[in-house]
């Protein structure tokens, strides 16, 4: 007999079991006995049965469940098929028992006949009880509910996308306009561009004190134009103005007006305006403004597209019949020749502020800023780095500095080096080094040969560039390369120099010439410059000969709103004379180059044996060889250095390594001592781990004190060095006077400078240098 728990409806029965136990009082187990029979389970017969659902509850005589916690509380249970009649057998068992009772033999259910035993008089009928399924108020409430939710999240959904910020619209039509509350961008943070930032400060002087200039009648102006190339800090200046000003300050993009729909554009220039009103006073920065200004009624475009809806609307908001008071309009764009006139004029766009390139001084600037967060190493000088870097804009520094940090943690050292800076400044330019590149060694010999000519040709010519590096090792698509720097930032080129440029590309084909006898593809790059600025003296620069002062390129271009079609503005037989005249440069160029290439055969010679050995040389090493130095003997020096490099690199490690046991030790002595003072250490343990801190104190004393004596050491040798090499006669003399290296310079400057103190107070950040190469390299890429 099994009584149920509560909340128990029994143990589970098969339908022929539950069959069993209605007709017997009992059922056949599914378990084998010992005699290997099934074992038969005495139940009692059966009193009550529930059925629902597919679901049958049996309570069976002498059970411990009450009546009216059935069927909740059951002995057993079971399932049926609902489409079949498994019930049959409780209906036929209550026929029999009534049967019995009335001494009938047999009954009929279904066109059956069953016999009855006299047996069932001695049973009771079973209460059967067969409900129908029901269904509790909640659950016939939760999917209405479930239905009227997600309509109204749809509904919500659907409100927000077509209602704008002001109560109504479509959202296609909202302006994107991003509201800056607080920039920390400052005009203190920008470099490199003094007069930019005279002119955008004007706008925020105005704008905290407007009576100041009222009272002389002064007008703000509406709208302002930072043009410039990429890089140079139009944005930057527009983050200043967000930072400084305490007006609300709205930033988007060209771009973001322009949709896939006609007539969004539009709609958004009114929404901006609208709520730059609301907001007023205030300024309104769009980035990237030729995206939607460009020059109307020309190109390959044609017709009345969207982005010409878009530059009428923005026209009448800046200066329509409405009058947008306290808005100010600053715009950025590099593209200045492409806007539409109209947009120019003033009233619209009164002032254009030309973000130039920055200067050195400006270079060096920039360089301060970003390198306040960064351990660079004493002795690099920033000065020297800024000359180096000439034609880089703001971005481009940001970025070189960035990689030199990348450098010197990949390396592990704990400052940035100028060897670090160097790298950094080639990789931005032509990017990293491919040392695992496979090169044969006739490929190395002629890669050797051919930089060098372009070393030498640049430094017995004045072509406005300095030597920096030259080296064979690959580097982005080219087998090897020269670093040929501007030496100042001097934008105008005379005739000869521009000669000399064309000498100097031609020097790697040349040397290929004059020592092997043959030529190969790689001075493709050289030709194709050489014959571009050939072209340019010609056709822009008016230094032909034949032609004079006459110019025959278009500054135009298809697509941007000016030709319709590419054009020559000459005749044929002008063209075959321009073509001439730049055969005649090239030729003048070839001539030239190569008698100076001959007649320093003996120092390409020399010069390529170095690179073959060391790789890359720089300017210092560049300067020995012309002078005269043999190559083994600067080969020499440069392990020797590099040798040294090494051991004040590992001389900081373990200065390092010796402070930072020093204060170890020292946190634990005063850990220690309040041990002590509290009683829980002993004054024998204490002088334990005092002696250790002494111990440790000394031998980093000591090895301070052997790094001074190192130290003087070098320097007296450093100079007398130098005494002896200021003897030394230069028999070679090129046309530019050899410069020491601005690397060895600071590595001059670095080991001059270094003492004891110094290493120790700024042992956790120390400094050092190198240099490297310039926006404006010329590069030679093989």
């Known amino acids: 007999m099994y009584f149920g728990t509560k909340g128990d409806v029994g143990e589970y029965l098969a339908i022929s079991q539950a069959q069993e136990l209605v007709e017997y009082g009992k059922y056949t187990s599914e378990e084998v006995g010992e005699d290997d029979k099934l074992i038969e389970v005495p139940t009692g017969y059966a009193t009550h049965i529930y059925v629902v659902g597919g679901n049958g509850y049996i309570k069976v005589e002498n059970t411990g469940v009450e009546g009216k916690a059935f069927p909740k509380f059951a002995d057993y249970h079971f399932t049926y098929n609902n489409t079949n009649d498994d019930l049959a057998f409780v209906e036929i068992f209550n026929r029999k028992v009534d049967a019995a009772k009335n001494n009938k033999s047999t009954i009929e259910y279904n066109g059956t006949t069953y016999e009855v035993s006299a047996d069932y008089a001695n049973l009771n009928r079973i209460v059967y009880i067969k409900a129908n ?15 009227i939710v997600v309509t109204c999240m749809i509904g919500f959904i659907l409100f927000k996308l077509f209602a704008g910020k002001s109560g109504g619209g479509n959202p296609f039509t909202r302006n994107r306009a991003r509201m800056v509350e607080r920039c920390s961008v400052k005009f203190a943070d920008i470099a490199g561009a003094e007069e930019e930032k005279e002119e955008t400060k004007e706008i925020v002087e105005f704008l905290k004190d407007p009576a100041r200039f009222k009272a002389l009648g002064a007008r703000i102006p509406k709208g302002i134009l930072l043009v410039g190339n990429p890089g140079t800090g139009k944005t930057l200046l527009a983050k200043a103005v967000a930072g400084e000003s305490n007006v609300p300050f709205f930033s988007i993009s060209g771009s973001d007006f322009v949709e896939l729909y006609v007539g969004v554009g539009a709609s958004r220039v009114r929404d901006l305006f609208e709520t730059a009103k609301k907001n007023a006073p205030c300024i309104v920065f769009i980035d990237e403004i030729d995206a939607v200004g460009r020059q109307r009624g020309a190109g390959l475009g044609g017709g009345n597209d969207e982005r010409e809806q878009t530059l009428n609307q923005l026209l009448v908001e800046m200066d329509g019949f409405d009058s947008n008071q306290g808005i100010i309009i600053l715009a950025a764009t590099n593209r200045a020749d492409v806007l539409d006139p109209a947009l120019l004029r003033p009233g619209r766009f009164d002032r254009q502020i030309y973000v130039n390139v920055p200067d050195v001084k400006g270079r060096e600037g920039i360089i301060r800023i970003h390198a306040k967060n960064k351990p660079i190493e004493e002795g690099v000088d920033f000065k020297d780095i800024a000359r180096l870097t000439s034609g880089f804009t703001g971005a481009d520094i940001e970025n070189f500095l960035n990689e030199a940090a990348i450098l010197a943690a990949r390396d592990g050292r704990l400052t940035i080096t100028m060897e670090d800076i160097t790298e950094g400044i080639n990789k931005v330019l032509m990017g990293p080094q491919k040392k695992s590149r496979l090169v044969t060694e006739n490929d190395k010999k002629l890669t050797a040969y051919h930089e060098s000519g372009h070393a030498i040709i640049a430094k017995f010519l004045d ?3 300095t030597v920096h ?25 005379s005739y000869n120099k521009l000669c000399n440029r064309i000498c100097m590309m031609m020097g790697g084909r040349l040397a290929e010439d004059i020592v092997f006898g043959d030529i190969t593809a790689g001075a493709s790059s050289d030709i194709q410059r050489a014959t571009e600025l050939a072209r340019k003296m010609v056709v822009e620069w008016g ?38 005249e730049v055969k005649a440069i090239i030729d003048k160029c070839y001539a030239k180059a190569k008698k100076l290439l001959e007649g320093k055969r003996e120092l390409l010679d020399r010069m390529s044996a170095l690179l073959l050995t060391e790789e890359t040389i720089y300017a210092e090493e560049v300067d020995e060889l012309i002078a005269g130095k043999d190559s083994a003997e600067i080969s020499k020096r440069l392990h020797d250095k590099a040798e040294k490099r090494k051991e004040k690199e590992e001389q900081i490690r373990k200065e390092q390594e010796l402070l930072q046991k020093q204060k170890m030790q020292e946190l634990k002595v005063k850990a220690a001592e309040a041990l002590k003072n509290a009683g829980v250490l002993n004054e024998e343990e204490y002088k334990k781990l005092r002696e250790d801190y002494d111990n440790i104190t000394k031998e980093r004393e000591q090895y ?12 007296s040798q450093d100079n007398a060095s130098q005494e002896t090499e200021s003897k030394v006669e230069v028999t070679e003399e090129p046309t530019k006077a050899p410069a020491k290296s601005p690397a060895k310079r600071a590595a001059a400057k670095s080991s001059a400078k270094k003492t004891t103190s110094k290493a120790a107070s700024k042992s956790t950040k120390p400094k050092t240098t190198r240099k490297s190469a310039s926006k404006e390299e010329k590069s030679d890429k093989e």
């Open 133 to 147: 399924p029901t269904t509790s108020l909640l659950e016939e409430i939760v999917p209405y509910v479930i239905m």
């Open 704 to 715: 301070l004190k052997e790094l001074k004596e190192e130290a003087k050491a070098e320097e």
């Open 463 to 465: 072509c406005g560039d």
């Open 469 to 493: 590096e030259v080296s064979i090792i690959p580097r982005g698509m080219a087998g090897g390369y020269t670093n040929i720097r501007p030496s100042d930032d001097d934008s105008h080129y």
């Open 543 to 580: 230094m032909s000969e034949k032609l004079g002062f006459m110019s025959f390129g278009s500054n135009n271009e298809v697509f941007i709103g000016r030709d319709y079609q590419v054009k020559n503005q000459y005749s044929e037989a002008t063209a075959k004379i321009i073509d001439d």
